[in-house]
């Protein structure tokens, strides 16, 4: 059983920036893992951020293209996501997923149903 502890959120202004790790324990390593970002706004449906398969691919929701990077150091089995530029509409609780086995196709990076281990999250408030 995989467990997946967020570190990083906060409160930030308008073009601000965060990064976000994502410890994974009970597991001897995460290389064999696809793993993600995902958030959810009040009100809406937890969305895919970011994701990065087993062999390092990654790929990114349209609205943060070019502003959020996510990495991973499976040697410290941890994820982490730059966050830079950030707006208001980021607002939300950031959660780091993992699921065993590469992705058969890319969008399942940024599909929730297709990760089994979640962390509890970590909050980002963007203010104007």
């Known amino acids: 059983q995989v467990q997946l502890d967020e570190f990083g959120g906060g409160s930030v202004q308008s073009g601000g920036s965060l990064r976000l790790s994502c410890v994974a324990s009970e597991v001897s390593s995460i290389t064999p893992y696809r793993m993600g970002w995902f958030r959810q706004a009040p009100g809406k449906e937890r969305e895919g951020v970011a994701g990065i398969d087993t062999n390092g691919h990654t790929t990114y929701e349209d609205s943060v293209e070019g502003r959020f990077t996510i990495s991973r150091d499976n040697a410290k089995n941890t994820l982490y996501l730059q966050m830079n530029d950030l707006e208001p509409e980021d607002t939300a609780t950031y959660y780091c997923?993992?699921?065993?086995?590469?992705?058969?196709?890319?969008?399942?990076?940024?599909?929730?149903?297709?990760?089994?281990?979640w962390g509890l999250g970590t909050q980002v408030i963007v203010s104007a």
């Open positions: 997923a993992a699921e065993a086995g590469a992705a058969g196709h890319e969008w399942y990076l940024l599909a929730p149903p297709k990760f089994s281990y």
